[in-house]
C-alpha cells in the first residue's frame, strides 16, 4: 500500500524561537531640542527624499536640533553601515532615522 505524507515547508522564523537573540528596546529622549537625530541612508532610490521631508517635520517640531547625515560605506547598489559608522553613530546622536525606500 502506498502512502503520502504531507508536510508544511515553512519553516519557523528564528524570532519566534527560544534562541532568538533578545534585546531591551533602546532609550526614548523625552524630547529632541537641543539634541543631534542622525540620518542613515543606504543609497536605494527615494530615501533620501524620505529623510529630506522627516527632517523638515522635525526642525518644525524641535527647532533647536541638530542634524547630521550618514551613508553607508559598505556595498555598492544598497549601503550598509560599517561597525565604525554605528559607534560614531551611537556616539553621537541620540538618535537615528534610517531609509531604505524602494
Request: with cysteine; charged share 25%; aromatic share 8%.
Amino acid at each position: 500500500m502506498a502512502e503520502l505524507r504531507i508536510v508544511n515547508p515553512i519553516a519557523q522564523p528564528r524570532a519566534a524561537t527560544a534562541n532568538a537573540d533578545r534585546f531591551s528596546p533602546a532609550r526614548r529622549p523625552v524630547t529632541l531640542d537641543k539634541k543631534t537625530v542622525g540620518f542613515f541612508w543606504n543609497s536605494k532610490a527615494g530615501g533620501d527624499i524620505g529623510l529630506a521631508r522627516t527632517k523638515e517635520q522635525l526642525l518644525r517640531l524641535y527647532p533647536t536640533a541638530q542634524f547630521r547625515e550618514y551613508f553607508g560605506e559598505h556595498g555598492t547598489f544598497a549601503r550598509r553601515a560599517s561597525i565604525a559608522q554605528l559607534n560614531r553613530m551611537a556616539a553621537e546622536c541620540v538618535a537615528v532615522v534610517g531609509a531604505t525606500a524602494d
